[in-house]
């Protein structure tokens, strides 16, 4: 697996998965709520039972077809016979555009999947999921960075892993405010969780309220559907007493209110931000503000970020 990541997705989850899954350990039962990119989950080790799930119809469709034999088979070949050409990125992309972002379908969509890995592929980087995304064909005028050509083809590449991983976990499009009260709080269940953060240099397709919007059902999404906020997911966390419970945020007052007494860990990693809108001019690499915060103690012990010993969940 070159490609550990089913799209190119805002935030460094790909780059952090390691770790997390260091702090995951060897769950019987596990949770990826706010999947994304599905980085995570990718790059464990496969436990009894594992579940994904996030509001993105898109990158949703395209997990269900990746972990189908028949269509994975059927995403392998034509990904491997299609170039790196901007014609085929516009073409994908204006379809992409076309469908919108609409739930999955019970039954997985083969083309639907195909454009948004070609538009997510073939477009700029780092910022699938977020309302940025689908704005140009990725080209590259500096040696720096990769290449992505090059890119692309490890894609294609990643397809049969991603298949060999995938076919035994449940991928969900619903949203978390139904699930996470319906799973088990036990000790041998893990839940992880990446929300949209509090501060972004881009905004979520499936974004959270506001931070001012603490009160339930004060935004809502063009549905009418009242926007979940950072207090009441907090909230629906606090049920858990057993459950080992890891939440990635990017560092921010509100969210230190809301989770002190958690295990704070700091990763040490860096990468590049100018894609998401965080970056200083001219592509400096900086440190990624990411912290991982969890209802217990930290299992890495420090051993690859500095870690703030909490009290009790």
Request: proline share 5%.
């Amino acid at each position: 697996m070159k490609i550990k990541a089913l799209a190119p997705w805002y935030a460094a989850s790909r780059t952090l998965a390691p770790l997390i899954c260091q702090e995951i350990g060897r769950p019987r039962l596990f949770w990826n709520e706010f999947a994304g990119s599905l980085a995570v989950t990718l790059a464990m080790k496969p436990c009894q039972s594992e579940t994904v799930n996030d509001l993105h119809g898109n990158v949703i469709n395209l997990a269900r077809v990746i972990q189908r034999e028949d269509t994975a088979v059927k995403m392998f070949d034509r990904v491997q016979r299609t170039m790196m050409h901007e014609d085929l990125f516009n073409d994908a992309a204006a379809r992409f555009r076309e469908r919108g972002n609409v739930p999955a379908s019970d039954e997985p969509d083969f083309e639907r999947a195909y454009d948004y890995l070609i538009s997510s592929w073939l477009g700029r980087n780092g910022v699938a999921g977020t309302s940025s995304y689908n704005q140009g064909f990725c080209v590259r005028y500096t040696a720096n960075g990769g290449h992505a050509a090059k890119r692309f083809r490890s894609v294609a590449e990643s397809i049969p892993a991603w298949y060999d991983r995938l076919r035994n976990v449940t991928c969900l499009n619903r949203n978390a405010r139904d699930t996470i009260p319906r799973i088990d709080d036990h000790e041998s269940t893990v839940i992880y969780l990446d929300p949209p953060y509090v501060e972004k240099g881009a905004s979520y397709v499936h974004d959270f309220a506001p931070a001012s919007a603490t009160a339930k059902g004060k935004s809502k999404d063009a549905n009418g559907t009242p926007l979940m906020t950072h207090p009441e997911l907090r909230e629906l966390l606090g049920r858990f007493k057993k459950a080992r419970i890891i939440v990635s945020y990017y560092d921010h007052p509100i969210v230190r209110e809301l989770y002190a007494g958690w295990t704070l860990v700091r990763p040490r990693v860096t990468k590049s931000l100018v894609n998401q809108g965080m970056g200083e001019k001219g592509g400096d690499v900086q440190l990624a503000p990411e912290i991982l915060l969890i209802n217990g103690p930290s299992i890495t012990q420090g051993l690859w970020c500095e870690v703030a010993k909490g009290d009790a969940a």
